[in-house]
C-alpha cells in the first residue's frame, strides 16, 4: 500500500488547478472533462473532482467547506522560504488563516484558505 493522492472537492476545477499553479507554482498535469484534474506534486498528487463528479462517488453525500470555516483537513506544503510563499498565495487571492510564526519545535508555519475554501498549511521542513 503507498498514498496515491488527496482529491479536494471543488465548484471549478479549472479555477482550483488555476489557483494553485499561479499561487504555489505546481504544473497541470491534466484536465479531464468529467470534472477531474491533477497536478504535479510529486510521488503523492493533488487531484481536484468537480462536486458533480464526486456525488456520484458518494451518493449519500458529504461535508462542504464553507467560506466560514473550513474542514478539519489540510493540505501541507512545505517551503524554503515561508514568508514569501505566504505573501504570494494572498497576492493570488487566498485569504490569510495564521501569519508565519515560528514554532517551539523549530519550524515556521503559516495557513491560507483558498478561493475555493481548501485549508492549506505553508511550513518550512521540520528538523
Known sequence: MKFGYTIVFTDDVEQSI???????????????????????????ALAFAAHRLARTNLPKGY???????PLGVEIGLVSDDVEADYQRALACGAMS?????????????SYVRCPDGTLVEICSAIG
Not at 494553485?20 to 503523492?44: C, D, V, W
Not at 461535508?63 to 470555516?69: A, C, E, L, R
Open 18 to 44: 488555476a489557483f494553485f499553479e499561479k499561487a504555489f507554482g505546481f504544473k497541470r498535469r491534466f484536465i479531464h472533462e468529467s470534472g477531474y484534474g491533477e497536478l504535479e506534486t510529486g510521488a503523492t
Open 63 to 69: 461535508i462542504t467547506s464553507t467560506k466560514d470555516q
Open 97 to 109: 488563516i495564521s501569519a508565519p510564526s515560528s514554532k517551539p519545535w523549530g519550524q515556521t508555519v
